[in-house]
């Protein structure tokens, strides 16, 4: 993250002028101030990256100048410059929290060192804020399946990856591209540098370009700071565009510009950024065809299709679902909390001859709801799946002798034409307590879950809020008693 803005507090003419040349001869965007008042209008007027201050200042020392950005949400790195007489001065600064010291007299590369040392400093918590507010990463570790198709994709994964060439990976919605994105980031050479992902179909359209690109302060109303756009973010690191087909055509246009000439503009600002960031972008739609359709641009279509990537469809490459539904029933069960169910030969047929049309995703789903709904069974069946049942507006009795008995009062609420699969596992708790009277140990052992993973359900239903989001004032009752 570059370090652009720079306040200089020196009260010394001489000092702060010749520091001053200094900084705006290293290209620093430099603004002066001979006291802790002037620098604090300075402060109050625009933001900056660090602030250099002289531990002695004629309205107070380091130390009080600190106090000021103590409670500021974002405040800049301090470094300190100190006499030999005032080294014990420039420690006690150091304790709240300056970045750094500088002896007098010093050269020119020392500062420059310290504002090198800033700037690696400054990226870093950029991208751990930005990592922390985003959604959790809940993507499994590797690529699963050994059909032709995925070992192909796997052999170019591992030659292209260590490269810095940009790549399209093209693919139905639910085949795995964001997994082939991250393994790319994986076995790169920037594996050590930030990976940045934006959900371009997430962003609403009056937002990406701040998102893309960052804003400076004030370049909208909301705009309370500068802040970084993700390309600054991911520099020096690798930027993955997740769904990059759903931007406008006016975005596309800066993305070109961007992949192009590798520099930007904050919006609202004037200085050109420049970054080093290796690009992967992702899309279900067929790009080819958008083009036709005068909807995305077919200079940036080039510019990301350096290499192409292709996810094949699950149906194309069935030999795969074995095993991607071992695992997937693995990892349910073990959400869960109930042990890991053998799946039953009807079962292993009717994965291999369902057509997938949500692809791996929607194997994980399915078999997720097929935990579920097995009870704590030793054998997944085919029932328990679901397939070909598109709409599903009360549950049947499916089979096995635990499942028939409680299924008489189990009612889907009826939120859409199909229920997701934190739907249906609410649901089913419920019905379970509402059977057991409410009793939890019992309702547990019905559903085939331990009461703590009960109890930890409960707990997560409350604090969602899902009381004014429960349809029917039977399930509100149930939760309040079960509470
Ligand atoms: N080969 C695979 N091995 C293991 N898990 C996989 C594989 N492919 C996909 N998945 C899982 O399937 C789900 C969907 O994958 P992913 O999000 O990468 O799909 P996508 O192609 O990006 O879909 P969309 O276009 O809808 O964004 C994820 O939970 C992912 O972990
Ligand atoms: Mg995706």
Known sequence: MPIEKVLLVEDDAVLRKSLESQLKQARYDVAVAPTIAAAQSALANDSFDVVITDVQLPDGDGTQFLQLFQNRASRPLVVIISGHGSVEAAMACMKQGAFDYLLKPFTPEQLEVSLRRASDYSQLLKVNRFLTEVEPDDLPSELIGDSPAMQELRGLIRRVGPTDATVLIQGESGTGKELVARELFRQSSRRGAPYIRVNCAAIPENLIESEFFGHERGAFTGAIGRREGRFVLADTGTILLDEVSEVSLSI??????????????????????????????????????????????EDLFFRLNVVPMYVAPLRERAQDIPQLAKVFVDRASRKLGTHVPQLGPDCQDALLSHTWPGNVRELDNVLQRAVILSGGADTLTADHLRLGKPR????????????????????????????TLDQVEKDLIFAALKKCQNNRTHAAKVIGISLRTLRNKLSEYRSAGYREAMLTRDLDDTLTEAA
């Not at 510009?257 to 420049?274: D, F, M, P, Y």
């Not at 599903?392 to 229920?419: H, I, M």
């Open 252 to 297: 596309q246009a800066k993305l070109l510009r961007v992949l192009q000439e590798k520099e930007l503009e904050r919006v609202g600002g004037n200085k050109t950024v420049s970054i080093d960031v290796r690009v992967i972008a992702t899309t279900n739609r067929n790009l080819e065809e958008s083009i036709a359709k005068k909807e995305f641009r």
């Open 392 to 419: 599903a507006s009360s549950v049947e009795a499916p089979s096995g002798p635990v499942l028939q008995e409680r299924s008489k009062d189990f009612v889907w609420a009826p939120t859409s034409d199909l229920p």
